[in-house]
């Protein structure tokens, strides 16, 4: 069972509880025993690759998948019998599913007619979405007369104007392409946390997770992996499959050699790993040691005493190889070097001046390291 709380749900009823939820498709679990809380006020993303359970998982939070077990509730009240019509709920699709002869307005007036509200409230309350999006000057336009991202506005609009207590996005940018979905992102974020409303998003995106979200959890296989801000999961994973689907990462394969309170030693084919902090594990114990590419200093010398965190790390946390690939992207280079034992690391190096006082060039022989405090120990 995966069972994930925080300190805030800890402390009063949480706003959102999913408890033992289980989705089976003739006998395959989509969804396998899955149990998380959910804050108020919180944008909670769902991230992972395709097939892992996140869109069957909002799907049950809609209403328009039963849950073969488990408990799902919002506000203190059971919602897996209510059918989704009758849910407070609101979900954005990935392709906004405008009405394609409606207006701008009309499109976004439709559920509160739907709804049976009168129409000065209706009209306030369009007026109100139109300017919280900055559409004002657009109600009586057609959404192909709209970019996407003007779209996107108005899916959003819609969605709110029902005053849901819960907001779920599909995929909510996975329509725009890449400038205009990072632009997009911050503003998205703010609409909500304007409103007020509680969000859980859907996204195989880590760049969108990790900039909107408040927490995330990382889904593989039907089950959650990891809950934590977004920090808290890039810093800190749990597990090798987080570490390796969370941005970039170098993973060296060893086995516990020396094992104190205070600091650990990891012996692996590319060398001697010095860490700086004790973990939970045993002597002689396989894991992996985690390097995030930023983390790693790359030059053309060996590392000199002066330069390392601390006298103990001499002699560890260092290989040699040659750079067999570089890319230039602007704020950064990336760099593959390929180390004498075979393995490729990944190295970046900030592009923080605009002329480089050394450079490197590919088939040159450079020496890698980096700190013990750095390094994330992973024995799962």
């Known amino acids: 069972m995966t069972t994930t709380t925080s300190p805030a749900s800890e402390a009063g009823q949480p706003f959102l509880l999913i408890r033992n939820l289980v989705k089976a498709f003739d006998g395959v679990r989509a969804v396998d025993d899955i149990s998380v809380t959910i804050n108020k006020g919180e944008i909670f993303a769902l991230l992972g690759s395709s097939g892992c359970g996140k869109s069957t998982l909002l799907r049950m939070l809609a209403g328009f998948e039963t849950p073969t077990e488990g408990q799902i509730t919002l506000a203190g009240k059971d919602m897996v019998n209510v059918p989704p019509y009758q849910r407070p709920i609101n979900m954005m699709f990935q392709s906004y599913a405008l009405f394609p002869h409606l207006s701008?307005?009309?499109?976004?007036?439709?559920?509160?007619?739907?709804d049976g509200l009168p129409a000065d409230e209706v009209a306030v309350r369009v007026t109100q979405m139109l300017a919280l999006v900055q559409l004002t000057a657009y109600g009586k336009r057609k959404p192909h007369q709209l970019s996407g991202g003007q779209q996107q506005r108005v899916a959003l609009a819609r969605s709110l104007a029902k005053r849901p207590k819960l907001l779920l996005l599909d995929e909510p940018l996975g329509a725009l392409d890449k400038k205009l979905r990072e632009r997009t992102q911050m503003e998205l974020v703010n609409i909500i946390e304007q409103v007020g409303v509680t969000c859980v998003m859907v996204t195989h995106d880590q760049d969108e997770a990790m900039s909107m979200a408040t927490r995330i959890a990382v889904m593989s296989e039907g089950r959650i992996l990891q809950v934590g801000a977004p920090g808290e999961i890039y810093e800190t994973p749990n597990c090798r499959f987080v570490a390796d689907f969370i941005?970039?990462?170098?993973?060296?394969?060893g086995h516990v050699k020396v094992d104190e309170p205070d600091h650990v030693i990891i012996e692996s084919p590319e060398g001697r790993h010095y860490v700086n902090h004790g973990i939970t594990g045993t002597m002689g114990m396989e894991v992996a040691v985690a390097v995030r590419p930023e983390k790693i200093c790359i030059q053309l010398e060996e590392p000199t005493l002066d330069q390392r965190a601390s006298a103990a790390e001499q002699g560890f946390n260092c290989a040699s190889g040659v750079i067999t690939a570089m890319a230039y992207f602007?704020?950064?280079?990336?760099?593959?070097?390929?180390l004498d034992s075979g393995m490729v690391l990944r190295v970046s190096r900030t592009n923080a001046a605009r002329h480089q006082s050394t450079q490197l060039n590919r088939d040159q022989r450079v020496f890698a390291w980096w700190d013990g405090?750095?390094?994330v120990v992973l024995t799962s």
């Not at 701008?104 to 739907?114: E, H, Q, S, T």
Request: zero cysteines.
């Open 247 to 253: 941005g970039s990462v170098n993973l060296f394969k």
């Open 373 to 375: 405090a750095d390094i």
């Open 330 to 338: 602007g704020n950064e280079t990336s760099y593959h070097v390929t």
């Open 104 to 114: 701008v307005w009309d499109n976004i007036a439709f559920g509160l007619r739907r």
